[in-house]
């Protein structure tokens, strides 16, 4: 009887070119959107060199490149209009998922610092079809980073909500199409899913 070989192969070569180091596209998107491998030539696009940071410094932990294969709402809360400020309403993140909660709720939930943002409208905008973005959850914020002296603010990774990272969203209609300025809405505090009461 001769013996029988058996060729045994790592898992990782069936694999392919698959990164299994970063994190899958997230359900409220899935189906509407497609991995972008960093060979693609639009990769770039995206700017994962703004998106993912360190710990400490904000962003996201761990970007990835998604090509949108369908017009998809994502949201933004700022500051509002300020007489002599500069708007900050098409800053370059955003979220998938309408905002909900308290206001420093959703501060705590998606690290922004109060010397950052306000949050005091949301703008609803359109991130179009074929669009190139960098997404992923929250990296953490330090007090520094916050500019805070006292060291309290401060905000943890969140691997829950993911972030959407717009690079120069000002600059690109091709990608972001905002409705008017005035069609944003006035949060309420105690819960940003709503209009504020008039008073």
Known sequence: MRPIFLLVLPLAACAGTMDTSRPAIPGQISGKAEIVAASDPAWGQANVAA???????GGVSQAVVIRLNQDVA???????????????RMGGWWAFDKPKGTREGYRRAYEICGTWNDLKRVAVCT???????AI??????SAET???????????????????YVDQAWNR?????C???DLDYE?????????????
């Open 173 to 177: 209609p091709e990608t972001l199409a």
């Open 74 to 88: 994502v949201y933004r809360m700022w500051n509002g209009p300020q007489q002599g400020a500069r708007s900050n």
């Open 187 to 199: 949060a309420d505090p105690a819960d940003v899913s709503t209009p504020k009461a008039k008073s």
């Open 127 to 133: 991130l179009k079809k074929g669009a190139v973005v």
């Open 146 to 164: 916050c500019k805070d002296e006292s060291g309290h603010e401060t905000y943890g990774a969140n691997p829950q909500d993911w972030q959407v």
């Open 136 to 141: 992923g959850p929250g990296q953490s914020v």
């Open 51 to 57: 998106a993912e940071k360190p710990p400490g410094l």
């Open 179 to 181: 409705p008017p300025e």
